[in-house]
């Protein structure tokens, strides 16, 4: 085999795997039940809610969103536009630890009496302080409205909603995102081909034209 026919091969094995590399996830997302027992003014109160927690790449940091499908707790009086403030508590786990507060606006509408008060989308920034797989678990929501504080604990032991690889803030390379950029460390030329395949579609075509140079050329010189 000549040295054209054996270098199209190689590139064309190296730009088949950077397409693996490219769609594999490094973000993990569940809808997960959460069975909150409400503390109120007026006695417990408890309701389930599916709930969603979802994070976007910032430079080193996450934005997390953490959704709420159903509503939880009530109120014997209406709530008027703006009287309610909702706060809630996302807890890691795996290799990193703690907690990382979100919040949203106050209600857009009024909530009528008796009414499951539904929670806006609370969202907040995660900064990662240890590399490795990190999970994000929903922890206890805070709801204050007309001068009272209601707080609704999870009593089911929810399993996380979100897992995410992160890599620790201000290391090598920085977090890594859920979208998968990055660029693979560079040890030889078969490395290099696939660290340049990962760049995007541009350099992926780009390869596969030169793959077909080098094999319009080679069957030249074999002619």
């Not at 959460?34 to 109120?40: F, G, I, P, W």
Request: with cysteine; proline share 7%.
């Amino acid at each position: 085999m000549s040295y054209q026919k054996r270098t199209a091969l190689t590139l064309a094995a190296a730009v088949a795997g950077s397409v693996v590399l490219m769609a594999a996830p490094v973000a993990h997302a569940d809808v997960v039940d959460v069975d909150y027992q409400c503390q109120t003014p007026i006695g417990p109160k408890g309701a389930v809610s599916p709930i969603d927690i979802k994070a976007v790449k910032s430079g080193g940091d996450y934005k997390l969103t953490m959704t709420f499908e159903k509503g939880v707790s009530s109120s014997p009086v209406e709530l008027g536009k703006g009287a309610m403030n909702p706060s809630a508590l996302i807890k890691l786990g795996g290799a990193d630890e703690g907690t990382v507060k979100v919040s949203g606006p106050a209600n857009p509408a009024a909530i009528p009496a008796n009414t499951p008060i539904k929670i806006s989308d609370l969202t907040g920034t995660y900064t990662p302080k240890k590399t490795g797989k990190v999970t994000f678990t929903a922890g206890v929501l805070t709801i204050k409205a007309l001068g009272t504080t209601t707080t609704c604990t999870p009593r089911n032991n929810p399993k996380p909603s979100l897992e995410l690889d992160v890599q620790a803030s201000g290391g090598a390379g920085g977090a890594q995102s859920a979208s998968g950029s990055g660029e693979l460390p560079r040890t030889g030329p078969l490395d290099s081909a696939v660290a340049l395949g990962t760049l995007g579609g541009t350099v992926l075509l780009s390869g596969v034209a030169g793959v077909l140079w080098l094999t319009r050329r080679g069957a030249r010189s074999v002619s």
